[in-house]
């Protein structure tokens, strides 16, 4: 098992930026990424980031790109989700996810992570 714990979300206007951390613990050897999803209410999940567990390779969602960065401290086995030049339209609850999926095309689904945090909400206003 692993578990997950988010935390760095808030209230930011809009043009700010926002570190979300996400630790793990347990059984972490056996992951292979880890990713961010945001979901707003009545919508899916939706995939935003991934990093692999070495910290070599990341993947994002195209319309974050510039935006976003994903890294990890393997140390504090930490994934941090840097996100600048905030915007109204980023508004959701960012969650966290780790499982053994590597980089590519299933990155994006949310079947391919077994382990979810309880997420962190970031609202983008003024």
């Known amino acids: 098992q692993v578990q997950l714990v988010e935390s760095g979300g808030g209230l930011v206007q809009p043009g700010g930026s926002l570190r979300l951390s996400c630790a793990a613990s347990?059984?972490?050897?056996?992951?292979?990424?880890m990713g961010w999803f945001r979901q707003t209410p009545g919508k899916e999940r939706e995939f935003v980031a991934a990093?692999?567990?070495?910290?070599?390779?990341?993947q994002y969602l195209d319309s974050v790109k510039g935006r976003f960065t994903i890294s990890r401290d393997n140390a504090k086995n930490t994934v941090y989700l840097e996100i600048n030049s905030l915007k109204p339209e980023d508004t959701a609850v960012y969650y966290c996810?780790?499982?053994?999926?590597?980089?590519?095309?299933?990155?994006?689904?949310?079947?391919?992570?077994?382990?979810w945090g309880q997420g962190t909400q970031v609202t983008v206003s003024s």
């Open positions: 996810a780790a499982g053994r999926v590597d980089l590519g095309p299933a990155t994006v689904t949310t079947t391919s992570y077994a382990y």
């Open positions: 347990g059984s972490i050897f056996s992951i292979v990424s």
């Open positions: 990093i692999r567990r070495s910290g070599i390779g990341t």
